[in-house]
């Protein structure tokens, strides 16, 4: 339960650090994208201004009067226009409302000043409260009846100082745009972030929850086979133990007159303590092999002569049991790079278990061949064989297919578990076909030395 809870509170604060992180680089990139769109879009309505009033200054300088009075040449040029003094009644014809380039006059308004700053005429849309001296700067932005407004001034001359090659300006026009367009889509975006972000971030949310559990399946699970590793190791252990304590126990209460019986005790002692020197041996071999992740040290090794070992070793085993040990090994040599002590350990457990669990009668074949860059050891008995569902098992430490009849020889459970270890440590893997009644067939696949 506690495990359970453990497992649970890191998910949850996985999946939060997730959403905390993943919310900032949302936010960091969200408040980007509505910068530049907001950018983007500011700088290609300056441009259409600029446009649109050197379009004007083109067509307004080459018919500029050098008089100080230029207001009925101003109607003339700009009908529309409202000439500071008089009553404006501006109601153009379609021509002349296309001469100074502008078609959306609700949108833009023009204002023209004389050398001096003084406001001479303007558009009727012109906003309202607008001071009739004009500010020099380029580029302005105004506010009026809860309105911005966006400005952009130009010098104007007139055509005959430019044949007097003077520099003085004739005056200033100054084109003026409605942002309510503009902010009514920076609006636009803002609502489109606001309500964006929350769908976004519950995404985020549901993701991260998803992902962290993802990712503490393989924690959670290698806890749990760690966790069924202690608690196979200590049963193991505890068994010899307790054997050992109580024969001592015995030892002690055994009277000296009876020195037969502290010699049988004391053989149960020392038996007790070989299997659990194993067990501990065993142990400490499988945890240095899945420790190893290199391959330093390794040498060529030749699997014909590992094989031939082992066969000869074995055969007064197999003799014993009344089984038949054949060899297929071929004439070519095989090599890989490996461990001798390792390789002899991993083709001599699959081989012990075959002998061990094959009926009188039977028979092992260890054959060596090669297929493509691998070399193979198939190990075949003709024993009880191993059912589909503990096929998948039988590689875990301390599992048994019989239990009882591995007690009785002597196993620690850990033969096939360190087998597939060394295999994994020189890049290889161990397979098994086996059908109840018929036998097993163990492959052990190995890459070939180059």
């Known amino acids: 339960m506690k495990t359970s809870q453990l497992f649970r509170h890191s998910r949850l604060r996985l999946a939060v650090w997730y959403t905390l992180v993943m919310g900032v680089i949302l936010s960091v990139s969200g408040l980007g994208i509505y910068r530049s769109l907001v950018q983007s879009n500011w700088k290609a309505m300056e441009r259409e201004i600029e446009s649109i009033a050197g379009t004007l200054h083109d067509s307004l300088e080459p018919m500029l009067p050098p008089?100080?009075?230029?207001?009925?040449?101003?109607?003339?040029?700009?009908?529309?226009?409202c000439l500071v003094g008089q009553t404006c009644h501006s109601n153009p014809s379609l021509i002349e409302r296309h001469t100074i380039g502008i078609s959306d006059r609700?949108?833009?308004?023009?204002?023209?000043?004389?050398?001096?700053?003084?406001?001479?005429?303007?558009?009727?849309?012109?906003?309202?409260?607008?001071?009739?001296?004009?500010?020099?700067?380029p580029w302005q932005t105004i506010k009026s009846n809860g309105i911005r407004y966006h400005q952009f001034t130009?010098?104007?001359?007139?055509?005959?100082?430019?044949?007097?090659?003077?520099?003085?300006?004739?005056?200033?026009?100054?084109?003026?745009?409605?942002?309510?367009?503009?902010?009514?889509?920076?609006?636009?975006?803002?609502?489109?972030?606001i309500l964006g972000f929350p769908f976004v971030l519950g995404l985020v949310v549901i993701s991260s929850w998803w992902l962290?559990?993802?990712?503490?399946?393989?924690?959670?699970?290698?806890?749990?086979?760690?966790?069924?590793f202690t608690a196979n190791a200590a049963h193991e252990l505890r068994s010899p133990l307790a054997s050992l304590l109580a024969t001592i126990e015995a030892i002690l209460r055994i009277p000296p007159s009876q020195p037969q019986d502290l010699n049988?005790?004391?053989?149960?002692?020392?038996?007790?303590?070989?299997?659990?020197?194993?067990?501990?041996?065993?142990?400490?071999?499988?945890?240095?092999?899945?420790?190893?992740?290199?391959?330093?040290?390794?040498?060529?090794?030749?699997?014909?002569?590992?094989?031939?070992?082992?066969?000869?070793?074995?055969?007064?085993?197999?003799?014993?049991?009344?089984?038949?040990?054949?060899?297929q090994i071929p004439d070519e040599e095989i090599d890989v790079l490996g461990d001798e002590s390792q390789l002899y350990r991993l083709v001599s457990n699959l081989m012990a278990n075959a002998i061990q669990y094959t009926p009188n009668g039977g028979e092992v074949v260890v054959s060596l061949k090669t297929k493509e860059n691998m070399a193979l050891i198939t190990i075949k008995d003709t024993?009880?064989?191993?059912?589909?569902?503990?096929?998948?098992?039988?590689?875990?430490?301390?599992?048994?297919?019989?239990?009882?009849r591995n007690r009785k020889t002597g196993g620690t459970g850990l033969g096939l578990a360190i087998a597939q270890a060394i295999a994994h440590h020189h890049q290889g893997y161990i397979t098994i076909q086996s059908q109840l009644g018929k036998g097993s067939l163990f492959t052990i696949y190995l890459p070939r030395a180059k």
């Open 67 to 81: 008089s100080e009075n230029p207001t009925t040449v101003l109607k003339g040029i700009l009908p529309e226009l």
């Open 106 to 137: 609700n949108t833009y308004y023009i204002r023209l000043f004389n050398h001096q700053r003084k406001l001479l005429a303007f558009s009727p849309n012109q906003p309202d409260n607008l001071s009739q001296t004009l500010n020099p700067e």
């Open 154 to 193: 130009i010098i104007l001359h007139s055509s005959d100082t430019h044949d007097l090659g003077i520099n003085s300006s004739w005056g200033y026009l100054q084109l003026g745009r409605n942002l309510k367009p503009f902010d009514a889509e920076v609006k636009r975006l803002q609502v489109i972030f």
């Open 212 to 228: 962290s559990g993802l990712a503490m399946q393989p924690i959670y699970q290698s806890y749990q086979q760690q966790q069924q």
């Open 264 to 327: 049988k005790m004391l053989h149960t002692l020392e038996r007790q303590g070989r299997r659990l020197s194993y067990l501990v041996t065993d142990l400490l071999l499988l945890t240095s092999l899945e420790g190893q992740s290199s391959s330093k040290g390794f040498q060529s090794c030749c699997l014909n002569d590992l094989v031939s070992d082992l066969i000869e070793e074995f055969s007064e085993l197999a003799t014993v049991a009344n089984i038949d040990l054949i060899e």
């Open 383 to 404: 024993r009880i064989g191993i059912s589909r569902e503990e096929q998948k098992r039988i590689f875990e430490r301390f599992y048994r297919v019989d239990s009882d």
